[in-house]
């Protein structure tokens, strides 16, 4: 019983070393269960703000996913008409690269994970009308979307849902495995509807 009581004065952070300050038996255990009293508060506020950062969480995607369920579905249609020999648009030439180069170094997904939705936003809102329309687009482009300022906001949001999508938290060793997962193409025929989807992966779709 005399070393469970000392063993329980060391874990009250206020009382100390039982070598060096004497309680009684009485004091120990009166400090005691008002000690644990008190981590149950702790532990009972804890769960509060988990809950309702939880909620807050819920109704921030709700919201974001009511908004993008409002844009239009393949952007601007002028940028999308520029197509590669095999009929890719610039999203699509995009994701075949970062897969590719993703296969040789997952790292290069985490990179893109960050930035690659620039490639979203200027296929949105570049035209190529006209030379003339191109260069003014572009020049807003830039000046809107790549200010510091916006950059910061971006690689934050980004940063924030790499950590919610991948185990980097958790578990860094398998951030390797999971960024070729998320870019290897599915087991289907060529040229198929899966695909053609699969070519741009969950972490470049335009849904920002």
């Known amino acids: ?39 149950m508060r702790e532990n009972n506020t804890l769960e509060e703000n988990i809950e309702a950062m ?8 709700k919201e974001i996913e009511d908004a993008q369920e409002k844009l239009p579905e393949h952007g601007s249609q002028s940028i999308h008409k520029i197509l590669s020999t095999k009929g890719k648009s610039i999203p699509d030439m995009f994701a075949d690269h970062v897969r590719q180069r993703t296969q040789k170094d997952w790292r290069y997904w985490v990179f893109t994970s960050i ?7 200027f296929a949105q809102e570049v035209s190529n009308i006209s030379p003339r329309e191109m260069e003014r687009t572009s020049l807003e482009w830039l000046q809107e979307r790549m200010s510091l300022q916006q950059l910061r906001k971006d690689a934050f949001r980004k940063l924030a849902k790499l950590c919610s999508k991948t185990s980097i938290m958790e578990d860094p060793t398998r951030l390797p495995e999971e960024a070729r997962g998320f870019v290897a193409l599915p087991t289907s025929d060529p040229g198929t509807k899966e695909e053609t989807e699969e070519l741009d992966p969950p972490a470049f779709r335009n849904k920002y």
């Open 1 to 39: 019983i005399k070393q469970m009581l000392e063993q329980l004065q060391s874990n009250i952070p206020h009382i100390g070393d039982p070598h060096e300050e004497k309680v009684s038996h009485a004091g120990l255990l009166l400090e005691g269960s008002d000690y644990i009293r008190s981590l």
């Open 115 to 121: 930035m690659g939705h620039f490639v979203h936003t």
């Open 54 to 61: 939880k909620a807050k969480i819920e109704n921030l995607n």
